[in-house]
């Protein structure tokens, strides 16, 4: 998985409750997205970044933020979690000037 | 593992047959168009790419054409073999910047 961890990997938690997940890579990449991934959408971007602290709204972003304090590190948060908001959610990275995205192996998060 | 999705577009094809996989993209003033395998329980892979001043694009046992005519993308595996069972997406780059948009995807199951 071109040297992206998520953690967790999977999760279960309540309506309401914050989550915060968390994706590193050691390609140090610019370019690292957040997707979530649901039965007949594909994948939809939630948000991205182009660098440290800069980072951007995707199609999907109401109920998410994001943090990028370090080149290696991205993370996704849910200040309040839905059960609209059970998915699998994909981080990827790329390289300036490439479209190709390598993603993560996933996190599997269900609220209950 | 992670679910990819219950209601995918199925392709069955006997082992070492050729598959056709298609894929209708939506923008034509899209540059870029990408082929990802994501098999159960993992994140998307890059298979191969082609941008949009080309027809046809060759790899390894694979081969992309583009017609931009009726905007239509499609993936062709030669010998198809079982590890090749997965879902595939199709995924264009409208701006060529960030925002990919990718398919719901097609799964393939390969019969030994």
């Known amino acids: 998985d071109a040297g992206i961890t998520q953690s967790p990997r999977h999760k279960v938690t309540e309506t309401g409750t914050p989550v915060t997940l968390r994706c590193h890579q050691t390609e140090n990449h610019r370019y690292m997205y957040w997707y979530r991934q649901d039965p007949g959408h594909g994948l939809r971007l939630i948000h991205y970044?182009?660098?440290?602290?800069?980072?951007d709204k995707g199609e999907v972003s109401d109920g998410y933020s994001v943090s990028r304090s370090k080149t290696e590190d991205f993370l996704l948060t849910l200040e309040s979690a839905t059960s609209s908001q059970t998915s699998v959610y994909f981080c990827?990275?790329?390289?300036?000037?490439?479209?190709?995205?390598?993603f993560g192996p996933g996190t599997r998060l269900t609220v209950t | 593992g992670e679910s990819v999705g219950l209601h995918l577009p199925t392709l069955s094809v006997q082992e070492g047959d050729n598959s056709i996989i298609n894929c209708a993209y939506s923008n034509s003033a899209s540059d870029y168009f990408i082929w990802y395998k994501q098999e159960s329980g993992k994140g998307p892979q890059f298979i191969i790419d082609?941008?949009?001043?080309?027809d046809k694009r060759q790899g390894q046992r694979v081969t992309v054409l583009l017609n931009k005519t009726v905007k239509h993308l499609s993936l062709q595996i030669a010998a198809t073999q079982p590890g090749d069972s997965a879902v595939y997406f199709c995924a264009e780059n409208p701006t060529g910047g960030f925002k990919t948009i990718f398919g719901a995807g097609t799964r393939l199951f390969v019969k030994a």
């Open positions: 970044s182009y660098g440290v602290k800069d980072t």
């Open positions: 082609i941008r949009s001043n080309m």
């Open positions: 990827a990275i790329s390289i300036p000037g490439e479209y190709e995205q390598y």
